[in-house]
């Protein structure tokens, strides 16, 4: 379920946890705790009271500005890779000439050096690793 919470605030916005609910369909108390999991990692906030839908006002919830993501661009002779904050504004970068054909064991090896070093310059923040699948 992270997995499916996180790309519905990435889809739709901020929504409120009744929303979230319904949309998910999942039962309250599990939707609840996910989202609370989900803040203590640092991946979502609340941002608010909701609108009312008539009764006690729902808390809004959305993406967290720390939230990091990593995009790879693997071409024939480079390798580039950035790393945007969770309003998709660029916090880190990188790009060096890599033949592909050496295989994808180095390539990949590579590409988890370029993340450790975008890490280590503040770029990036681990994660703990969703539900989605590879």
């Known amino acids: 379920m992270p997995a499916r919470l996180l790309c519905l605030l990435w889809d739709m916005g901020a929504l409120s946890r009744a929303e979230l609910a319904d949309r ?3 039962p309250g108390a599990r939707l609840l705790a996910e989202i609370d999991n989900l803040i203590a990692d640092g991946l979502v906030r609340e941002a608010g009271p909701a609108v009312s839908r ?3 006002r729902s808390a809004l919830v959305e993406r967290s500005d720390d939230l990091r993501l990593g995009a790879v661009d693997l071409g024939d002779s ?3 890779v950035e790393v ?3 309003r998709l504004e660029p916090v880190g970068a990188h790009g060096e000439p890599a033949d592909i054909r050496c295989g994808p064991k180095p390539i990949l090896q590579r ?3 370029i ?3 975008l890490r280590a310059g503040g770029a990036y923040k ?3 690793p969703a539900d989605v699948p590879a």
């Open 126 to 128: 681990p994660s703990p």
């Open 111 to 113: 590409v988890s050096e």
């Open 24 to 26: 998910l369909g999942e």
């Open 78 to 80: 480079s390798i580039d």
């Open 84 to 86: 945007v904050d969770g």
């Open 54 to 56: 008539g009764g006690r």
């Open 115 to 117: 993340l450790a070093k």
